[in-house]
């Protein structure tokens, strides 16, 4: 066959998700020539793929959307608070139509390989279907939550009834009416999918391994007066966000568990029990994480809620967690969740007291017995922070793969550069976030795209991460993971995915570290950065 040319840009993008979005509005705004590869058909990634009943924000839907346009933030009005899967998907499409991005997007194009040729400094970068493209850099805008993550639990593909992964939801409606149905996993996915589909299945049956503090998300329709306090504010709010250390507009409380009365805390949990979202932790009590008296009073109190709600005493016991510990596991917020179990159709299971033995052709068989199902929904999560990225077959200087340098877990700067990875990014990246994902992403593609126009304005064409700069990030993940809530379990430790290194792979600084950290580098012009240059 003819030598096809291979395709050349500036800048290769991988994922039109939020990131991906954001980093291709900024080079095509600096005015390099840009080519996003996609994997699916559409824009939008976690909001492409999570099309399953119940989806939506649990922050802010107008903290979430992207802050570089006023233009934009005037155009667009989020109908909620907490916007559903839809509206998200259909702001992303506005976005890439209002700044004519999508001539710059390949759909249908899944990356898996990407070659770094250390001669000419350039990456080569290679579709599924044979698509391969040259570039002076390569942008994996590819999500921490995109691998979908299945159990190790045997007979799983006997089933014969319908089976899905909420990130490979169909485009069209699944019928759940007369369905027996089965949501395995009550992470902040399965416990928006059984309150959305309990009145039109004929049973429901979710399968609990960890119990989770799933907490009320609060939501409501956005007022026209809210709207136009939003209008009026873009500024105000976008300083105060660009100053936050999570990316939220919650107030702190100012004040801690031992200011208050026993009287008082109670009136204060209440309040905080009907916050928005994650109000419950940034708006909690100062010292909620790291005094265990005021994590315990929380915990009690929201035991206490539980019970109310929940008519059936020993499902209520079930659903609250052993571990009494706030934020032990990453926290759902939700809408009639614990509701959803006096409906006299939906059960709960347990998985700790009666494990799955296997899955058969009809069914789960746990250790009481065995259950029919019309559909089973695996809401078990994701293979988190580094899967997507692993499973792109790159490789950097001296042939070094990806997936050998990270074997025993990532090794980042900033989650967005690697060492021995020139020219090279992924903003969003395991490190990267602990809160508002795209108001870290905000940072990190800024960065990026500062670092590029630094090197292209002084002449460089290779740009790395020195290995100090890379030993300092993870030395601070290091220190502050000490203090992390997050137990050593569930996805932020890798542990959902078997034979993943358990290590830590949030950002515990926030955003002031990420800050800090960049700032550093700005103001030394990058030093070490360019080293490798011969
Ligand atoms: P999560 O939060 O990782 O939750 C996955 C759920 O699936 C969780 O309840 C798990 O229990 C359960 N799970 C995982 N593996 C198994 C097996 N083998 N058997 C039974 N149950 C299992 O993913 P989500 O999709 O809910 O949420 C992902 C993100 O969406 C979240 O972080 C937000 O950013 C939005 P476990 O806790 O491991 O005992």
Same mark, same amino acid.
């Given at each position: 066959p003819a030598q096809r040319r291979d395709q050349q840009a500036d800048v290769v993008i991988v994922g039109a998700g939020i990131l991906g979005i954001n980093q291709l509005y900024r080079a095509v705004q600096a005015g390099y020539s840009v080519r996003l590869l996609e994997q699916a058909e559409g824009v939008g990634g976690t909001w492409y793929w999570n099309r399953y009943p119940g989806c939506r924000f649990d922050s802010e839907s107008y903290t979430y959307g992207y802050l570089f346009s006023e233009e934009l933030w005037q155009e667009w009005d989020w109908s909620e608070e907490f916007a559903p899967q839809p509206e998200t998907e259909r702001y992303l499409n506005y976005v890439v139509d209002k700044f004519d991005l999508r001539r710059h997007i390949r759909f249908g194009s899944k990356v898996n390989s990407a070659v770094w040729d250390e001669e000419a400094s350039e990456w080569t970068t290679g579709t599924e279907d044979g698509f391969q493209i040259r570039s002076r850099y390569l942008i994996a805008a590819t999500g921490v939550l995109s691998v979908p993550q299945y159990p190790d639990v045997p007979g799983r593909e006997d089933f014969r009834g319908q089976t899905y992964h909420p990130v490979r939801w169909p485009k069209e409606p699944v019928d759940f009416r007369g369905k027996r149905v089965a949501v395995i996993g009550t992470g902040s996915t399965g416990v928006q999918i059984g309150p959305a589909i309990a009145d039109e299945v004929e049973s429901l049956v979710m399968y609990q391994r960890s119990a989770t503090w799933a907490t009320p998300l609060n939501n409501h329709p956005i007022s026209a007066e809210q709207q136009a306090h939003l209008k009026a504010n873009f500024a105000p709010i976008k300083a105060e966000l660009d100053a936050s250390v999570g990316g939220f507009l919650h107030k702190p409380a100012g004040k801690k568990w031992t200011d208050d009365t026993p009287e008082q805390r109670q009136?204060?949990?209440?309040?905080?029990?009907?916050?928005?979202?994650?109000?419950?932790?940034?708006?909690?009590?100062?010292?909620?994480?790291?005094?265990?008296?005021?994590?315990?009073?929380?915990?009690?109190?929201?035991?206490?809620?539980?019970?109310?709600?929940?008519?059936?005493?020993?499902?209520?016991?079930?659903?609250?967690?052993?571990?009494?510990?706030?934020?032990?596991?990453?926290?759902?917020?939700?809408?009639?969740?614990?509701?959803?179990?006096?409906?006299?159709?939906?059960?709960?299971?347990?998985?700790?007291?009666?494990?799955?033995?296997?899955?058969?052709?009809?069914?789960?068989?746990?250790?009481?017995?065995?259950?029919?199902?019309?559909?089973?929904? +695996? =809401?078990? %999560?994701?293979?988190?922070?580094? $899967?997507? !990225?692993? /499973?792109?077959?790159?490789?950097?200087?001296?042939?070094?793969?990806?997936?050998?340098? +990270? =074997?025993? %877990?990532?090794?980042?700067?900033? $989650?967005? !550069?690697? /060492?021995?990875?020139?020219?090279?990014?992924?903003?969003?990246?395991?490190?990267?976030?602990?809160?508002?994902?795209?108001?870290?992403?905000?940072?990190?593609?800024?960065?990026?795209?500062?670092?590029?126009?630094?090197?292209?304005?002084?002449?460089?064409?290779?740009?790395?991460v020195p290995k100090e700069a890379e030993q300092a990030w993870m030395d601070m993940i290091a220190q502050l993971e000490a203090y992390s809530p997050f137990q050593k379990r569930g996805q932020y430790y890798g542990a959902n995915t078997p034979g993943k290194p358990k290590v830590y792979l949030l950002n515990p600084g926030g955003r002031p570290k990420l800050d800090e950290f960049m700032a550093k580098a700005v103001a030394s012009g990058y030093q070490g950065f360019f080293e490798g240059e011969k």
């Open positions: 009136e204060f949990f209440e309040s905080v029990w009907n916050s928005p979202g994650f109000a419950k932790i940034s708006a909690n009590y100062d010292d909620l994480i790291f005094n265990k008296e005021a994590n315990a009073g929380w915990c009690a109190f929201m035991a206490d809620k539980i019970r109310e709600i929940v008519k059936d005493p020993a499902t209520a016991e079930k659903l609250i967690p052993t571990d009494h510990l706030y934020v032990g596991l990453r926290p759902p917020y939700v809408t009639g969740y614990y509701e959803m179990y006096n409906k006299p159709n939906v059960e709960l299971v347990s998985l700790r007291e009666t494990p799955i033995v296997k899955v058969t052709e009809t069914g789960i068989e746990t250790a009481d017995g065995l259950r029919e199902f019309d559909i089973i929904i +695996w =809401a078990t %999560g994701f293979d988190f922070g580094s $899967g997507a !990225m692993l /499973r792109m077959g790159i490789t950097g200087a001296d042939g070094l793969r990806l997936a050998d340098y +990270w =074997a025993d %877990g990532p090794l980042t700067y900033l $989650g967005i !550069m690697t /060492r021995g990875f020139p020219n090279f990014f992924f903003p969003g990246g395991p490190h990267g976030a602990a809160g508002n994902n795209p108001r870290y992403g905000e940072l990190q593609v800024c960065f990026v795209q500062d670092l590029i126009d630094y090197a292209g304005a002084h002449a460089h064409r290779r740009i790395e």
